[in-house]
């Protein structure tokens, strides 16, 4: 038993002492590597060092440092396109929620029967547009109509169309700035030519302003066009919307025909037979004016 028990030790300790000399070997490469550097991490270093300058080259702000002084109006004119376009949205969204097409409804069934006070009641209560247009109108039908009409639909086209001609100037200003900077870029690379040939750096350096300067400004007119028409949509159908109501209006606020025509007779029986001693005379006959405009026979 004892002779086992001692070599089961001997081969534990001989097992132990491999298992510490393989350690102690593996820490002594790897002190090496260290030392002498390890081909792979260099690689990795170096593919990290390239990655990031790549990222650094590639980054907006990098570009727009290169598009040269141009660029600091582009961006200014970029933020107020972007400006009027936030405020233009969020105007179109209030209006869209203060659209009542049932109070319309009532205000035109309220000029049907001929209650203009509850039909201008509703529109004041209302902050639709196009109430606002028609009660605006039938408040002051007393002067013109038509007129009030058309007053109250340029003053609502007018709020519909704030900001449209920011966009506008946006959409010109833009390129324009974009091509000073390419001729401001070009200058400059034409006046290294002739000094500093060895220095070709430079000299892209200002074509790369004059390309970079001329992008943007193609950029920023691109994207401000598109909103910019879709503005114009939304002006042209809220003329339309209050062109058609404005219509009805002048439909139902117009007397029936027949009465105008019956009228019309009328005035002309009495320039034709005159008047005397307050009554109607003509060679004997007695003014039936009245009872043709009633419809009945002479």
């Not at 990655?51 to 727009?64: A, G, N, P, R, T």
């Not at 000299?203 to 943007?216: N, P, R, V």
Request: proline residues 3%.
């Amino acid at each position: 038993m004892n002779k086992k028990l001692c070599g089961k030790r001997i081969l534990f300790v001989f097992i132990l002492v491999l298992a510490l000399s393989g350690w102690c070997r593996a820490g002594e490469q790897s002190n090496e590597a260290a030392a002498w550097g390890d081909p792979d991490a260099g690689e990795q270093s170096a593919f990290a060092e390239k990655f990031k300058v790549v990222i650094e080259e590639d980054s907006l702000v990098h570009i727009f440092k290169k598009g040269g002084p141009i660029m600091w109006p582009l961006l200014m004119v970029s933020i107020i396109a972007m400006g009027a376009v936030f405020e233009r949205s969020i105007f179109l969204i209030a209006e869209q929620g203060k659209r009542n097409p049932k109070a319309v409804e009532k205000f035109f069934e309220a000029v049907r029967q001929g209650d203009a006070e509850r039909a201008m009641q509703i529109s004041k209560e209302s902050k639709f547009f196009v109430l606002r247009t028609l009660g605006y109108a039938l408040e002051h039908k007393e002067n013109s109509l038509a007129s009030a009409l058309m007053f109250a639909q340029k003053q609502e086209i007018k709020r519909f169309r704030a900001g449209i001609s920011i966009l506008d100037t946006v959409i010109t200003l833009a390129p324009l700035l974009g091509l000073l900077g390419t001729v401001t870029g070009m200058m400059g690379s034409f006046s290294l030519i002739g000094g500093e040939l060895s220095a070709p750096g430079a000299i892209t350096g200002g074509i790369a302003e004059a390309l970079i300067a001329t992008a943007f400004g193609l950029g920023i007119a691109i994207t401000s066009l598109v909103p910019f028409n879709l503005l114009n949509m939304q002006v042209e159908k809220a003329r339309l919307e209050i062109e058609s109501a404005a219509t009805q209006l002048e439909l139902l606020m117009q007397p029936p025909a027949s009465t105008v025509v019956m009228e019309d007779k009328y005035n002309q029986l009495k320039l034709k037979f005159g008047k005397g001693n307050g009554k109607g005379v003509w060679r004997g006959v007695p003014d039936t004016s009245a009872r043709v405009l009633n419809g009945q026979q002479l």
